[in-house]
């Protein structure tokens, strides 16, 4: 019989419907059902495509033995951290500080107040590698909260204190300067693999936000070395095992250095974020293969992530049938020189084993391989390649898929809204403008309330019940001054303004630090307030993106100065810390070059004006806004007292509120809001 899951959206709590363990959604009635019954609460958190929260379902919530012990014991508790960030955040760092690493699933137990007490990640369903079983730790925990209670409650009341006291003074120091970035890119040679492209060791992750950092800070300083390094990891990431040769877009992360494994669930934040990061490269550059993996990332969004309303969701396992009925990682992805062989005949088979590099021995699990583009690969028939990948693409349609994670995410969208506008501008694929178009209707229909209040999630089209965090106003902001840019459509400036104005309202603190949170969100233990970029950028940078875009847009002095007093944390952790402030970083650079204010006035059936419309929007200058349409148009500010020059189109640049004499030769437009003018 199902548990209380059932009713809930999220796609990762319903896979969870059906357990025998009795789950509760996070709502203040399983507290409440704690409390009467005087048992702790065992808080699981994952998300819908993380391979070992599936393990830990199938060995431990799946078994009737386990599900009585917890259901005995304890009240249930599953948390879709997608879902509430803010609930996941806060008990993350209190695993973190407790245990010194993190990561889902995430087991914590608490109070009935919600105060934390014991914590781990995956639990065996026995004991192994070090690792206790969880039958024992449920044991355990209950044994400790029948026999010393007050042990347990002084752990508690220590964590939460410990938590409460960490709050950031990271605000109104002072925006970061030139010292600062040149500190920063000081830090990213250090860490960079001058052989493998990226930063660190195993596991490697995309450094989105840290590549958008470099580019910018090219742009700025025309440093060529910032340059290289951002050109060089996009080259090794889209030729390695984490880029899906076949079907585009990227995978969450390479499990080693070399970029060859990954771990394959694929994210709608990273394939946005990466998305415009190559579309940026190519911008920069013009360089083919940027243009085409920018453009094979946007196809893949659209093709496998687009919802029927217009959304996108969020993820694709990693796992799925690998033909037995057992579920595997990779199945979907990897392939056997006897597979390439079935599929292409040995001439062809040979051929494609070369080009991608699948060896008899694999580099991936079982004798498979990872298809990728080795390096040392000569160039080969295009047209018979073209015909190879093809087949295998039609082939790989016929394996189980990986299953789809179907909530649309808010902030997630405005990432996949700013990437799939820009490239389609830049990359002359108006389609793309259109999926981003949709998708920011479904936001403004289903996500956004008449005061301009955002939903975090939703699907099929029905808004979620959890509340819309910062990276939301942050992220979907970002997304709509990116559309209004290339659309020319000021409604879109209008709806970022509106969110912009309930992020200084709701969510900032003083001295310009900003909380993961509203003033008037549910009180956890602790108000959640993290400035380092992840996985995406986090709230508190892309607030200071979207804040100083604005600013440029309107002239506002109040989201101006929301914006330097969010970079005061860029100050602080760019210099010591910068693969973990790329965004904040990158925003820093659009400070320092201004941002550029770009107005592109005429006619748009005009040639000339659609020519200089382009020619802005490919300027390379850090954060540089663009408004276009007709002379002194209510659309955008920018265009106000900008008249025609000798009755055709013109443009306008103005930087550091001093402007530039009006142009009508795009060559001299593009010389005035290129790198490092």
């Known amino acids: ?36 019954r005087d048992v702790p609460v065992l808080l699981s958190v994952g998300y819908s495509s993380c391979h070992w929260c599936h393990v830990m379902a199938h060995e431990s919530f799946e078994d009737e033995a386990t599900a009585a012990l917890v259901n005995e014991h304890f009240v249930a508790v599953k948390v879709d951290r997608e879902e509430r960030p803010d609930v996941d955040a806060v008990y993350m760092e209190a695993v973190q500080a407790a245990t010194g690493q993190g ?87 250090r860490e960079y693999d001058a052989t493998r492209g990226g930063f660190g060791g195993a596991p490697k992750f995309p450094p989105s936000m840290a590549l958008e950092f470099l580019l910018r800070h090219h742009a700025r300083t025309g440093s060529e070395g910032a340059l290289q390094m951002a050109a060089d990891t996009c080259e090794a990431m889209a030729r390695g095992g984490i880029y899906d040769q076949l079907g585009g877009g990227f995978a969450r992360y390479a499990v080693d250095r070399a970029w060859v494994v990954p771990h394959f669930e694929k994210m709608l934040y990273d394939n946005a974020l990466l998305c415009r990061v190559y579309a940026h490269l190519w911008r920069a550059t013009g360089s083919d293969l940027a243009r085409r993996v920018a453009l094979e990332t946007a196809d893949f969004m659209v093709r496998e992530l687009r919802t029927p309303e217009g959304g996108f969701a ?52 079982h004798g498979s391989s990872v298809l990728q583009l080795p390096q040392e690969a000569g ?24 299953g789809r994670d179907d909530k649309v995410v808010a902030a997630w969208n405005g990432l996949a809204i700013a990437a799939l506008a820009e490239t389609g501008a830049l990359l002359d694929r108006p389609d793309l403008v259109e999926r981003a178009t949709e998708a920011a209707d479904l936001l403004v229909r289903v996500h956004m309330d008449e005061t301009a209040r955002l939903t975090r999630t939703s699907k099929d089209g029905r808004a979620g019940t959890n509340d819309g965090v910062l990276e939301d106003y942050a992220d979907v902001a970002e997304g709509f001054l990116a559309l209004a840019a290339v659309t020319g459509e000021g409604a879109w400036l209008d709806f970022a303004g509106f969110l912009l104005d309930l992020v200084i309202d709701r969510f900032t603190g003083e001295g310009g630090a900003l909380y993961d949170t509203a003033h008037d969100a549910e009180a956890l233990i602790r108000r959640p307030q993290d400035p380092t970029d992840n996985a995406a950028p986090s709230g508190w940078t892309a607030a200071a993106g979207a804040l100083l875009s604005y600013a440029a847009h309107t002239g506002s002095d109040a989201h101006r100065a929301a914006a330097e007093g969010a970079l005061g944390v860029v100050k602080a952790l760019g210099p010591r810390a910068p693969r973990f402030i790329g965004w904040g970083l990158a925003v820093a650079e659009a400070l320092l070059d201004g941002p550029r ?60 509120f001093v402007c530039e004499a009006p142009v009508t030769d795009p060559a001299e437009l593009a010389e005035s809001v290129k790198a490092s003018h």
């Open 379 to 402: 160039v080969a028939d295009a047209g018979r390649i073209a015909s190879i990948a093809a087949r295998l693409l039609a082939a790989r349609e016929e394996r189980e898929r990986p």
């Open 1 to 36: 019989m199902p548990n209380r899951l059932a009713h809930e959206t999220s796609p990762y709590l319903l896979q969870h419907a059906d357990n025998p363990v009795d789950w509760w959604p996070w709502s203040a009635e399983a507290f409440e059902e704690a409390r009467r």
């Open 103 to 189: 990561g889902w699933p995430m087991t914590v137990f608490l109070t009935p107040d919600a105060a934390p007490f014991y914590f781990g990640t995956y639990f065996p369903p026995e004991p192994r590698h070090g690792m206790p079983s969880f039958p024992d730790v449920l044991e355990g925990v209950r044994g400790a909260w029948a026999d010393r209670r007050d042990e347990v409650g002084e752990v508690a009341d220590r964590i939460v204190k410990d938590l409460a006291g960490r709050s950031l003074a990271y605000g109104g120091d002072g925006v970061p300067g030139q010292e600062e970035l040149a500190q920063a890119l000081l830090g990213l040679v």
């Open 314 to 365: 969020s993820a694709l396992d990693a796992d799925s049938d690998d033909g037995t009925g057992k579920h595997v990682e990779g199945a979907y992805y990897a392939w056997t020189p006897e597979q390439l062989t079935a599929v292409l005949g040995p001439e062809d088979a040979a051929l494609a084993a070369a080009h991608y590099g699948v060896t008899e021995d694999g580099t991936f699990e």
């Open 597 to 656: 204010e770009i107005a592109v006035v005429g006619v748009p059936a005009d040639a000339a004006f659609q020519e200089l419309r382009r020619t802005a929007l490919l300027a390379t200058a850090p954060g540089a806004v663009v408004a276009t349409g007709a002379p002194d148009s209510e659309e955008f500010p920018l265009l106000k007292d900008r008249p025609l020059v000798a009755g055709g189109a013109a443009a306008y640049v103005c930087r550091h």
